[in-house]
């Protein structure tokens, strides 16, 4: 490659940035992620996932090393918790859905909360896409928020929550011919039941987010009547298409999303097509709530 083909493909840090809804989510053009990010790309392009929550680039075909040095200019890639009981260090994973392994993750979540620090960004690649269905929505954390009543705010910013891994989850686990019942049972003994607050303050903007998750099971300091009542509702914000990006996945897609202020749902309507995707996600730190 010559110096002036070399530099066409160098990153720019002047992104073409174009929102896909009024609360959540852009697709972004400018940017090959399979070349090194210099300093100033990388910049524009966190300040864009800090901006949207989450962003779509389109014909990304890259390769593990070049899908993990992106996530690698976020923070340091995580290992999943069962991964690294098994003495695992990898950080990258596929997701492979078939009619032998149906899809898992048609819920809406924000990943591994239940960890006492969970991730900060999640990486997500599409390598195989069926004919149909298989999209998936991504729900603004900010918006929930901003939907509520200013009584109801100031209530829920003096809640927390507690967050535990899904029975579902660990069943899944159990079923693993990769992890196994083994792996179930020191998941659920090793990681207890985390308390994090049911508002959450963005680490970047400060800005308030209402920190749900498939994760919680209950609201700390009330009546399990109450906390059943108020998780209902306060879940069921998510489902208000205002609040929401649906994106229709292209083999090459690569989606950069914020942990700490959205929720995902993978549709599962794709079944029993294959699809396949790698992803990964970066450690972030303890959930905190700071008042104005």
């Known amino acids: 490659m010559n110096e002036i083909a070399a530099l066409e493909r160098q990153p720019s840090a002047t992104l073409a940035v174009h929102r896909l809804t009024g609360k959540i989510g852009a697709r ?9 990010l210099d300093d100033e790309s990388f910049a524009a392009l966190h300040a864009a996932v800090t901006e949207h929550q989450v962003v779509f680039l389109r014909d990304q075909y890259l390769t593990d090393e ?21 003495g695992g260090t990898k ?9 032998d392994s149906p899809p898992k993750a048609d819920h809406w979540h924000t990943d591994i909360s239940w960890l006492p620090e969970p991730p900060s960004h999640a990486f997500l690649s599409a390598i195989h896409i069926p004919e149909f269905g298989g999209d998936t929505l991504w729900a603004s954390l900010f918006a ?4 509520l009543s200013e009584p109801m705010r100031e209530m829920c910013s003096k809640l927390a929550a507690m967050h535990a891994p899904h029975p579902d989850q660990l069943e899944a686990f159990r079923r693993s011919g990769r992890f196994g ?6 998941v659920a003994a090793i990681f207890q039941p985390v308390e994090h607050p049911l508002v959450r303050s963005h680490p970047v903007s400060g800005r308030k987010a209402l920190y749900l998750s498939g994760f919680m099971t209950r609201i700390v300091g009330v009546t399990a009547a109450e906390s059943n009542v108020l998780l209902r509702y306060l879940n069921s914000l998510l489902d208000d298409a205002n609040l929401q990006v649906r994106w229709n996945w292209r083999e090459g897609d690569f989606v950069i999303w914020d942990e700490a202020s959205t929720n995902h749902r993978a549709l599962s309507d794709h079944y029993p097509q294959d699809r396949k995707m790698r992803r990964c996600t970066v450690d972030g730190a303890r959930p905190f709530f700071q008042p104005d």
């Open 28 to 36: 972004i053009d400018g940017l090959d992620l399979a070349q090194p």
């Open 66 to 86: 070049q899908h993990e040095a992106v996530a690698a200019r976020f923070g340091v890639p995580s290992v999943y918790p069962a991964e690294r009981i098994m």
């Open 91 to 99: 950080a990258l994973h596929h997701i492979a859905d078939s009619a």
């Open 144 to 147: 929930a928020y901003d939907a």
């Open 181 to 186: 019942p083994d792996i179930a049972e020191k």
